[in-house]
Nanobody, 124 residues
């Protein structure tokens, strides 16, 4: 079992920044790959960024150059640093964990464990 707890969401104006955090606990085998997803009202859950290790980081095209995913394994933490936020980034953001993977890492059905989500709202 893996437990994930997100924090750091909030409301910002367009162009602003936020950093999301995800505290993880439980089996390390099932959090070898960790990722951030988001879901806006009426839309499907979308993969934002995934991290399977230092050289295995993937971003959705919509956030490349603006978002940075990082992890601190010693502290069991996952982070998402979000810069130059846009209204289209408004969504509930979820932390996800799964076994080690390096393909299709932004597909939600590949992850076994999810946090409860943290809301990000960007106003124009």
């Amino acid at each position: 079992q893996v437990q994930l707890v997100e924090s750091g969401g909030g409301s910002v104006q367009s162009g602003g920044s936020l950093t999301l955090s995800c505290a993880a606990s439980g089996s390390t085998d099932f959090r070898a790959t960790m990722a951030w997803f988001r879901q806006a009202p009426g839309k499907e859950r979308e993969g934002v960024a995934a991290n399977s290790g230092r050289a295995l980081i993937t971003y959705a095209d919509s956030v490349k150059g603006r978002f940075t995913i990082s992890r601190d394994n010693a502290k069991n933490m996952l982070y998402l640093n979000m810069n130059n936020l846009k209204p289209d980034d408004t969504a509930m953001y979820y932390c996800a964990a799964g076994a080690f993977m390096y393909t299709n890492v932004l597909a939600a059905d590949r992850y076994n464990y999810w946090g409860q989500g943290t809301q990000v709202t960007v106003s124009s």
